[in-house]
């Protein structure tokens, strides 16, 4: 494998399901995102790893819960969602630094139904 | 605070015509900048990066873009369009500083080539 992948690329779940996406990054990279992109809205932040450690947090409501075990493994697990989080959930790396502009790339993304 | 804004969410323009994709940016410390594609069903593609060296860049698939600071712009621009350009265009802005790769995207700009 190369790059990032996400694993699945496609999930439906009810609202009282719990559920989880994985995204691992074969680049050596030290940072970590979560993305959400809605139809109709700009790419929503949600999380960022720096060396596995939570650097931020943009308001995200609980029942997304990331965990991010290594500096190559990303998780986000779902939890009692909504139909508005239906979405495509990005997981992106970069090898981030302080004040460094290091590009960020991006896996396939999960693609995720909540009915 | 770091914002990015992209006019237009929707150009179309025809085969071998100029592509002009507009992007501008507020940031309160010298940024840097990016341009992604996003083709359906993918994540997104680095196209090109403003990392304060030259201000025209140039990118993969023949684009390129232009750093005007008095302008707070990074216009995306392509000589002649192809059928494969079709895409969604995202304009991020990264601050330097203590932010660890965070960036910030545009909401889109969906390019459309008529044969």
Request: hydrophobic share 35%; glycine share 6%; net charge neutral.
């Given at each position: 494998?190369?790059?990032?992948?996400?694993?699945p690329r496609h999930l439906v779940m009810g609202m009282t399901n719990k559920k989880s996406l994985k995204c691992e990054q074969h680049l050596?990279?030290?940072?970590?995102?979560?993305?959400?992109?809605?139809?109709?809205?700009?790419?929503?932040?949600?999380?960022?790893?720096?060396?596995?450690?939570?650097?931020?947090?943009?308001?995200?409501?609980?029942?997304?819960?990331?965990?991010?075990?290594?500096?190559?493994?990303?998780?986000?697990?779902?939890?009692?969602?909504?139909?508005?989080?239906?979405?495509?959930?990005?997981?992106?790396?970069?090898?981030?630094?302080?004040?460094?502009?290091?590009?960020?790339?991006?896996?396939?993304?999960?693609?995720?139904?909540?009915? | 605070?770091?914002?990015?804004?992209?006019?237009?969410?929707?150009?179309?323009?025809?085969?071998?015509?100029?592509?002009?994709?507009?992007?501008?940016?507020?940031?309160?410390?010298?940024?840097?900048?990016?341009?992604?594609?996003?083709?359906?069903?993918?994540?997104?593609?680095?196209?090109?990066?403003?990392?304060?060296?030259?201000?025209?860049?140039?990118?993969?698939?023949?684009?390129?873009?232009?750093?005007?600071?008095?302008?707070?712009?990074?216009?995306?621009?392509?000589?002649?369009?192809?059928?494969?350009?079709?895409?969604?265009?995202?304009?991020?802005?990264?601050?330097?500083?203590?932010?660890?790769?965070k960036l910030t995207f545009g909401q889109g700009t969906i390019l459309t080539v008529h044969p």
């Amino acid at each position: 494998e190369t790059g990032v992948t996400q694993t699945p690329r496609h999930l439906v779940m009810g609202m009282t399901n719990k559920k989880s996406l994985k995204c691992e990054q074969h680049l050596g990279h030290n940072a970590m995102y979560w993305y959400k992109q809605s139809a109709k809205k700009p790419l929503e932040l949600m999380f960022v790893y720096n060396f596995k450690e939570q650097t931020e947090n943009n308001s995200v409501p609980s029942r997304f819960s990331p965990e991010c075990p290594n500096s190559s493994h990303l998780f986000l697990h779902l939890h009692t969602l909504q139909p508005e989080d239906s979405a495509l959930y990005l997981c992106a790396s970069s090898q981030a630094a302080s004040g460094a502009p290091y590009e960020q790339y991006f896996g396939p993304g999960t693609r995720l139904t909540v009915t | 605070a770091q914002s990015v804004t992209q006019l237009g969410s929707h150009v179309s323009v025809s085969e071998g015509a100029l592509v002009l994709l507009r992007c501008n940016y507020s940031s309160s410390v010298p940024p840097y900048l990016f341009w992604y594609v996003q083709y359906p069903n993918q994540g997104l593609q680095l196209l090109l990066k403003y990392t304060s060296a030259a201000t025209l860049v140039k990118g993969i698939n023949g684009f390129e873009a232009e750093f005007k600071k008095s302008e707070t712009s990074f216009h995306l621009t392509k000589p002649s369009a192809h059928m494969s350009d079709a895409a969604e265009y995202f304009c991020a802005v990264q601050s330097g500083g203590t932010s660890y790769g965070k960036l910030t995207f545009g909401q889109g700009t969906i390019l459309t080539v008529h044969p």
